[in-house]
């Protein structure tokens, strides 16, 4: 008989055993937090007060933003904490609640930049049909089919990463929990759930990346036909920053769960993880309003809105 060892809490080993260095890491992720949480917030903002942005594009863009600042909440503020404190356990409770809601966040973006890609096919290819087809009870059915889709992955997720036995150590060798980690732990021998929930996840995720190819190949097709330099230069404009952001998710995320688990993870293992977790919400932001002039223009008729009310509300108080 093997001598389970009943395990309470994890220990996550971060980026360095020097308490100094965890310090630095912790102030710098701190930085990249706040970054994306006030750029996210004011995409969000931004979308919500302009009357200019209530089209389905935007609609979808404000829930990325969203689901980008629900994922970035998972791990960082943890890291941040025990950075600072130097205390790097979690519990089994806490792991299973990151685990939960990073897949479920990263599941539910995938599913809305796919339906992004819907949006931008339906606007190229077929414009004169565009409100009839992306009409707003179709935006929200696809992002009540989204939150439902990553909810159900997170738990089959969770479920199966702690159907699992864990035995000998309790070192995640990760700053965040995550399956491919936990993977490394564990002893048992049938892994029936969690084989089966990753293997319906990579589904998904191949389903998505498909129905988004298939959609940028009849876009591309449709605006190479396009006779004016100015409207392709429109086209590329809507959908260059949604395609990259796309490929940056995709292309990290795939390095994180599709890469075999090994004993000891490489430092790019690490980085990678990081790049997954931190910079897509932080760049999509970035992208998106640097490319997007709709965006500059609502932050600058804010910013007119803010000051003219200030400037109104000082020359109240002159006259009274």
């Known amino acids: ?16 055993d020097t308490q100094e260095l965890q310090t630095l890491c912790g102030m710098l992720f701190l930085v990249m937090y706040l970054e994306v949480l006030m750029s996210n917030f004011l995409i969000i903002i931004l979308i919500t007060l302009d009357l200019k942005l209530q089209t389905p594009m935007y609609f979808f863009l404000k829930n990325l933003s969203l689901f ?45 930049l796919t339906a992004m890609s819907y949006d931008r096919y339906v606007a190229i290819c077929c414009p004169l049909h565009y409100e009839l087809i992306m009409s707003s009870r179709t935006c929200v059915l696809m992002m009540c089919v989204s939150w439902a889709t990553g909810l159900l992955i997170g738990n ?33 021998k049938t892994l029936v759930i969690t084989y089966t929930s990753l293997g319906l996840g990579m589904c998904i995720g191949m389903f998505c990346f498909i129905c988004v190819m298939i959609s940028y190949f009849y876009i591309f097709s449709t605006v190479m036909k396009i006779s004016t330099t100015k409207s392709q230069s429109k086209a590329f404009s809507t959908c260059i920053p949604h395609l990259t952001v796309f490929t ?38 970035v992208i998106y309003s640097l490319r997007n002039n709709d965006i500059k223009y609502a932050l600058r008729r804010l910013q007119q809105n803010l000051c003219s009310r200030g400037s109104l509300h000082l020359t109240l108080q002159r006259i009274c």
Do not use: W
């Open 156 to 188: 089959l997720h969770t479920a199966g990463s702690f159907s699992m036995n864990f035995c000998g150590s309790n070192v995640i060798l990760q700053f965040f929990c995550d399956v491919p980690s936990l993977l490394r732990i564990s002893c048992s």
């Open 1 to 16: 008989m093997p001598n389970f060892t009943r395990i309470t809490e994890f220990i996550l080993s971060g980026f360095s």
């Open 248 to 285: 940056i998710f995709i292309a990290t995320a795939c390095f994180v769960y599709l890469k075999p688990p090994s004993k000891t993870p490489s430092v790019a293992d690490k980085l990678f993880s990081v790049l997954y977790t931190v910079l897509p919400p932080a760049l999509n932001p």
């Open 68 to 112: 980008d600042i629900f994922l970035v909440s998972v791990p960082i503020p943890n890291f941040f904490f025990n950075s600072l404190t130097h205390r790097n356990s979690i519990s089994m409770l806490g792991c299973a609640f990151q685990i939960l809601f990073m897949t479920s966040f990263s599941a539910s973006e995938i599913l809305v």
